[in-house]
C-alpha cells in the first residue's frame, strides 16, 4: 500500500522561500516518477513539477526559474524547493507517486497548504 505525507508548508510573505517534503512508504521509490501539484480555492488542481526516476525534470511555466523539485531515493522522499514566492501560488500543495508529466496517478498525500501574503 503506498503512502505519501506532505510537510513543510506553511506561511510565508512575498519574496520569501518554503521547501516542501514528501515521503513515500510502499511501492518501489527509485523507479517511480514523482509530481508536485497544486490547487487553489476554486480553481482545478495543476501540476507544478515533475521528476522521473533519472532526475529529469519539469515544471509549469508559472513557476520555472523559482521551483526546484528534487529527490532523495534513499530517503524515500521528494522535495519541492519554491523561492520568490508570490501571492499566487497560495495552494495546498499535493505530492503524487508513479506520475508522468502532467499525468498523474491515483497515489496523493493528504496536501500541504502554502500561504503566501502580499
Known amino acids: 500500500q503506498v503512502q505519501l505525507v506532505e510537510s513543510g508548508g506553511g506561511l510565508v510573505q512575498a519574496g520569501g522561500s518554503l521547501r516542501l517534503s514528501c515521503v513515500v512508504s510502499?511501492?518501489?521509490?527509485?523507479?517511480?516518477?514523482m509530481a508536485w501539484y497544486r490547487q487553489a480555492p476554486g480553481k482545478q488542481r495543476e501540476s507544478v513539477a515533475h521528476?522521473?526516476?533519472?532526475?529529469?525534470?519539469n515544471y509549469a511555466d508559472s513557476v520555472k526559474g523559482r521551483f526546484t523539485i528534487s529527490r532523495d531515493n534513499a530517503k524515500r522522499t521528494v522535495y519541492l524547493q519554491m523561492n520568490s514566492l508570490k501571492s499566487e501560488d497560495t495552494a495546498v500543495y499535493y505530492c503524487?507517486?508513479?506520475?508522468?508529466?502532467?499525468?498523474?496517478?491515483?497515489?496523493w498525500g493528504q496536501g500541504t497548504q502554502v500561504t503566501v501574503s502580499s
Open positions: 510502499g511501492g518501489i521509490f527509485s523507479l517511480n516518477g
Open positions: 521528476i522521473n526516476q533519472d532526475g529529469g525534470t
Open positions: 503524487n507517486f508513479g506520475a508522468l508529466v502532467n499525468s498523474p496517478s491515483p497515489y
